[in-house]
């Protein structure tokens, strides 16, 4: 089997539960039962998900990944436990918890999981003191982070400070959508993940390049969930407005195009060609898996459409299946399946 390594795949930290079955107000969570008897968490950010052990049990997340034809995943924490709403005091104590909760996974199966820290961003000197604590240890090989804090933007001067430290540290940062523009007209039809996602990523990754983040931070390795967003198909719209658009000052010299080389994405874009399309667009080697565990929006199967995209040559199959994980994570031959 060839390995597969998924660089979106979520949990929800033992840790965060316990907290909300003990005292839900305190982090704006609960638990509940519907009618038909079924236990359902409710948790900020539009969340409404059924209670079972895929959202926390090891065990089930090893069957998990077996199913979807995986060799290993870095695991995050799900977005609904970000906590950023929370004072910093019990920020920094959520995210110091649920980062020991995401390393003991990673101790009990070792050979088939990582994970990515969680951090206090409502505080950036807690946070970047999370940061370090937990990139200290073996467990972790990078660092998840909300797309946006109470609607700024990731290049606001208020979080210079946490890219100065991720840069410092040579961290990978998992930029995933949270708290999405527009959510208030986007309550139907799903509409909030189906748009409200994608468009939140492209905000994200085009504040960050106009934004100057990463001309200032040299060393900075970011990736993107649901393959990048709107951004890759828009990329053309940013080159010209970049170009053309003389009454807007941007922070940096160089148009989006001189950035691609820091924007890894998954690949959920669900139709083979648009893969190929991507790759031809970042390179194979900017894209990974992506199975966006265990939320029902993500592929059965993440490996399925690397296989089917038409014209990817075998490298670049290897690419999106282990290759660019391994790069991004620091992954030593071995590791989650990789080839010795």
């Not at 840790?15 to 638990?31: I, P, Q, S």
């Not at 959520?94 to 909760?101: E, F, I, P, T, V």
């Not at 990329?235 to 407005?241: K, Q």
Request: proline share 8%; aromatic share 10%; charged share 25%.
């Amino acid at each position: 089997m060839e390995p597969a390594i998924d660089l979106h795949c979520h949990i929800f930290p033992r840790a965060w539960l316990d907290l909300v079955r003990r005292d839900g107000e305190r982090v704006g969570a609960g638990f509940y039962r519907r009618p038909d008897g079924r236990e359902f968490l409710r948790a900020p950010g539009d969340f409404d998900y059924p209670v079972g052990e895929e959202l926390w049990s090891v065990p089930a997340l090893v069957a998990a990944i077996e199913r979807r034809n995986l060799t290993g995943a870095a695991l995050s924490v799900a977005p609904p436990t970000l906590s950023y709403w929370a004072d910093p005091g019990l920020g920094a104590e959520l995210s110091a918890a649920m980062n020991d909760s995401l390393a003991a996974v990673v101790r009990e199966r070792p050979d088939r999981f990582v994970a990515l820290c969680t951090v206090p961003l409502q505080d950036i000197p807690r946070a970047a003191r999370e940061m370090e604590r937990a990139l200290a240890r073996p467990e972790f090989r990078g660092v998840m982070i909300g797309s946006n804090l109470g609607g700024r933007n990731l290049d606001d001067p208020y979080f210079l400070p946490f890219w100065e430290a991720a840069d410092a540290l040579g961290a990978c940062v998992f930029v995933h959508p949270y708290q999405v523009l527009g959510s208030e007209r986007l309550q139907r039809y799903y509409l909030w993940n189906v748009v409200g996602m994608v468009t939140e990523t492209c905000v994200a990754i085009e504040s960050l390049i106009f934004g100057g983040v990463y001309a200032r931070f040299g060393r900075l390795r970011t990736y993107f969930a649901h393959a990048g967003g709107s951004f890759p198909w828009l990329r053309g719209r940013a080159e010209h407005a970049y170009h053309r658009i003389r009454s807007i000052r941007y922070p940096v010299d160089r148009p989006p195009s001189a950035f691609l080389d820091r924007v890894h994405v998954d690949n959920m874009c669900f139709i083979p060609s648009a893969l190929t399309w991507l790759a031809g667009q970042l390179g194979s080697d900017h894209i990974a898996v992506g199975s966006d565990y265990p939320f029902d929006i993500g592929p059965d199967d993440p490996t399925a459409i690397v296989a089917e995209a038409p014209d990817l040559a075998a490298d670049a199959r290897r690419d999106i299946l282990w290759g660019t994980a391994a790069k991004l994570l620091g992954l030593r031959p071995g590791d989650l399946g990789t080839p010795g």
